[in-house]
């Protein structure tokens, strides 16, 4: 019988003496801003909840509150702009540093530009935002009367049952996430304000790419690859750059958010939200 030596076998239970993610230390703290959509809510605390506790791991002071998951941007933004004002009178904080997803990038461009928190925010970091607006919005609206009627009925009971202090406004909001109205109506009247840093990250996935989709959104994935181009399943590559691109992910919208997150792109999502940090630290934020 071959003599097996349990020193080589025994390397792989060695402890390392810091086992614990590095800390990432910023001169300002994070606020993730949900998008749109409130299903997510049913079964998480805050539909970025696992990224902040992800942040959270670096040492990083990482809050994800939520606010009406149905609204129009105006309203959405003057609820973000609340948390703020409310982190900094509770923390003590100078300003924070925002990284938004979807929709939630367009409230944020929208607080900083109307709502005062130019002084109170030092960068914003868009992911998958559809700064140019998205055809899955148009196509949504374009479903006949009746199933859109009901389909609204349903998103606003459910918005106005998790979060009973602002009333829903599904339609509207959709109405809001349109190219004709981001292009036409919200860009040229929310320009970037000086002395905010401004990046970007987009995302690219299923159809044009060699990088799998969850067959739930395939149809939609292609729907808008028909008219705009790679997408990540709701917004376009090119509709989600704004600012300092910081790159293009092969990583579908809600993954993005580590909703229906494969293990094999956890890795990925990981490095994506930990770039981030690091690129604030990098830039002094």
């Avoid at 149905?70 to 003590?92: C, D, F, P, V």
């Avoid at 700064?131 to 196509?139: E, P």
């Avoid at 970007?200 to 939609?220: C, E, F, M």
Wanted: charged residues 20%.
């Amino acid at each position: 019988m071959k003599w097996i030596e349990p020193q080589k076998y025994m390397k792989k239970f060695k402890l390392e003496e810091f086992p614990q993610p590095d800390i990432i230390q910023l001169k300002y703290p994070i606020l993730i801003c949900h998008g749109y959509g409130g299903f997510s809510m049913l079964v998480k605390p805050s539909p970025v909840h696992d990224s902040c506790l992800r942040l959270r791991s670096y040492g990083i002071h990482t809050f994800a509150p939520n606010i009406v998951p149905y609204s129009t941007i105006s309203i959405r933004a003057e609820q973000w702009a609340e948390k703020i004002i409310q982190l900094k009178q509770q923390y003590g904080y100078e300003k924070m540093n925002v990284i938004a997803h979807s929709m939630g990038g367009l409230d944020m461009r929208a607080a900083i530009t109307h709502h005062g928190m130019d002084s109170s925010v030092a960068s914003l970091t868009t992911i998958a935002a559809p700064h140019q607006g998205t055809s899955l919005a148009d196509i949504a609206l374009t479903t006949p009367d009746m199933l859109k009627d009901r389909l609204s009925f349903l998103m606003d009971w459910l918005g106005e049952n998790i979060f009973p202090s602002q009333k829903s406004n599904a339609v509207g909001a959709v109405e809001q996430l349109t190219r004709s109205y981001v292009q036409e109506e919200f860009n040229p009247n929310t320009p970037n304000v000086d002395g905010v840093k401004y990046y970007s990250i987009s995302a690219a996935v299923g159809k044009g790419t060699d990088h799998s989709l969850n067959p739930i959104y395939r149809l939609q994935n292609q729907l808008i690859y028909q008219k705009e181009g790679l997408n990540d399943a709701f917004v376009t590559v090119e509709s989600a750059i704004w600012g300092d691109h910081l790159g293009t992910l092969p990583i579908s919208h809600m993954e993005q958010i580590e909703i229906q997150l494969s293990k094999e792109k956890e890795p990925m999502v990981d490095k994506m939200w930990r770039d981030i940090a690091l690129n604030l630290q990098k830039n002094d934020l």
